[in-house]
């Protein structure tokens, strides 16, 4: 059978890997996709955004099933106009799609439903927004509240910082309609794990366990990010801890979005804050995989991931079960010079490795021209490996980073660090 996966980034890349490796799949069409997906093995892109353009080829073309993986598409109604159309595809509708399209949507959500979230308030008025900061003090979370691709979260430590990024977003405009509200809430204290789970509107079946850098530099420093590297599984998320997040988040989101009539189906990603204490708090929803935890995830999901789809489109998650790799897998992401305020573009790729069964760099901004390779964007690759321990998996990475070059490249060297922090 044929599948389609929408979007053109890292996640992009490693679900139609994953997807054209089952033994049911002839091809999967990557829309856009990148300069990796041009060159995998069973997959072919196709230079297509416009959704009325996409329903079309998933008909002419009999696709059995569409995988959305970035936020916007969704936004959009894409999931909407492929069931119009009578399409498979998965992932949540526009409306169910608010939980990450809409900061203040996803905590009026939590707290009608009593799920465990930081305090805030949302605003419009500059002048208001200042004078909370104000009585509240830093250090602070300032959220844009509509979709600002992984840079519409500012962390102030000070009210400087605070300010500043209320200034930039509510008056000068700085995140275009995505910032013209902001939602501003406490800066929860802990340690952050992604927990990721596939829902088909009642039922849930949990992923493993994650973890990302958002940070541009080493030892947690810089800007915030989309993300520069993660690893699984994430030794924070104890199985206590597990079967404490599915009782008091996932389930009660799954549930509470069915009570208010946005049945949720496809991947939902809760970005957990884990206090000293043990207890866990939403920071935000994503309504996909994220990325980079994709990579290192679905290189350890030994399950055919096109009958978990499949599944999960026909309400029967509670009858299947993903089997995982024993080993981490760990992923380094390499972003171009500029990252992420103005990241250059243009620069050419050289000394990527071959294709090998413990390691896969999966590229997220990459374009060929000529048969050459060149860097499209600020997260560039994710060079994503396998090992018995997170040292081993580290280690592994690194070596395949060290023969990659081009201009401007940086990366984190401590990906992995809080795992290895960890007493054994």
């Not at 072919?44 to 009999?62: H, S």
């Not at 009660?252 to 207890?279: E, I």
């Not at 500029?338 to 990459?366: C, N």
Request: glycine letters at 10%; hydrophobic letters at 45%; a negative charge.
């Amino acid at each position: 059978m044929k599948l389609l996966v929408i979007g053109s980034g890292g996640r992009e890349h490693a679900l139609a890997w994953k997807l054209a490796r089952a033994p049911r799949v002839s091809q999967v069409f990557v829309a856009p996709g990148n300069g990796g997906t041009m060159a995998e093995d069973g997959v072919k892109n196709l230079p297509v955004t416009e959704i009325g353009t996409l329903v079309e080829f998933a008909r002419r073309e009999d696709i059995a099933l569409t995988v959305v993986g970035p936020e916007a598409p969704l936004s959009e109604g894409v999931v909407d106009a492929f069931r119009k159309a009578g399409l498979r595809i998965f992932g949540p509708d526009r409306a169910a799609a608010q939980l990450e399209s809409s900061k203040d949507f996803a905590k009026q959500f939590m707290v009608r439903h009593g799920i465990p979230t930081a305090r805030y308030q949302t605003f419009t008025d500059a002048t208001a927004a200042h004078a909370y900061l104000d009585a509240e003090g830093a250090p602070i979370v300032i959220k844009a509240d509509g979709l600002a691709a992984g840079k519409g979260v500012v962390v102030a430590q000070t009210l400087a910082e605070a300010h500043a990024a209320v200034e930039a977003m509510l008056a000068d405009n700085a995140m275009g309609q995505a910032g013209a509200r902001v939602v501003i809430e406490e800066c929860l204290q802990g340690e952050e794990a992604s927990f990721i789970v596939m829902a088909d509107g009642s039922h849930v079946l949990p992923l493993a366990s994650s973890q990302d850098h958002k940070r541009l530099l080493d030892d947690d420093a810089g800007p915030n990010t989309g993300g520069m590297g993660a690893y699984s599984p994430a030794p924070v998320v104890t199985p206590e801890l597990h079967a404490r997040i599915m009782r008091e988040i996932i389930q009660p989101t799954v549930a509470g979005m069915a009570k208010d009539g946005l049945p949720y189906t496809g991947f939902l990603y809760a970005g957990v804050m884990v206090d000293g204490a043990g207890n866990p708090k939403v920071l935000e929803f994503n309504c996909r995989l994220g990325d980079p935890e994709a990579q290192p995830l679905l290189m350890r999901l030994k399950s055919d991931l096109t009958e978990l789809v499949e599944a999960a489109l026909d309400a029967r998650l509670d009858q299947v079960e993903a089997q995982w790799d024993r080993r981490v897998a760990l992923a380094v992401v390499l972003a171009a010079g500029g990252y992420p305020e103005s990241p250059r573009k243009g620069d050419e790729i050289t000394g990527l490795p071959a294709p090998q069964e413990d390691a896969h760099v999966f590229h997220a901004a990459t374009r060929r021209e000529d048969g050459r390779l060149y860097t499209a964007g600020g997260r560039v690759l994710a060079v994503t490996a396998l090992g018995d321990s997170v040292r081993m998996a580290q280690k592994r990475a690194y070596e395949l980073v060290q023969g990659i070059h081009f201009a401007g490249m940086q990366y984190r060297h401590d990906i992995g660090w809080r795992a290895l922090k960890r007493p054994s």
